[in-house]
């Protein structure tokens, strides 16, 4: 299982989970989630519930990965599969992400 912190504009929103390359959730932090004028992460990402379960990453952070030969570059660079997609999140989207949300691995003991 692996871990990541999800921030908007520096703020924690979330925590992102993989349990295994089939078993993937995303659950709002608390604080985010009781906060009723803040924003959902995406729209396919919704407040309505604390917690989402997806069968695959989210498209919402998969599309924040790079393609083709930069993908390719990354990974050769960083040495992760390029199957290995929310390993190279966690690589590529500490910073400088092009809109407002960082991705940061953590500890599994931090939860």
């Known amino acids: ?3 990541a912190e999800v921030y908007r504009n520096g703020e924690l929103a979330g925590k992102l989970i993989e349990h295994s ?7 709002y932090d608390d604080n ?7 924003p ?7 407040k309505t519930q604390k917690k989402h379960h997806s069968a ?3 498209p919402f952070f998969f599309n924040m990965l790079s393609e083709g030969v930069n993908k390719k570059l990354q990974c050769r660079q ?7 997609n929310f390993g190279l999140l966690m690589a590529t989207a500490t910073h400088d992400t092009i809109g407002a949300i ?3 691995p953590i500890l599994k003991d931090k939860e």
């Open 1 to 3: 299982m692996r871990i």
């Open 21 to 27: 390359t089939s078993n993937y959730d995303f659950i």
């Open 32 to 38: 985010w989630f009781a906060d009723e004028t803040g």
């Open 40 to 46: 959902a992460i995406s729209l396919t990402i919704p």
């Open 56 to 58: 695959y990453l989210f």
């Open 78 to 84: 960083l040495k992760i599969d390029e199957r290995d």
């Open 102 to 104: 960082t991705v940061k």
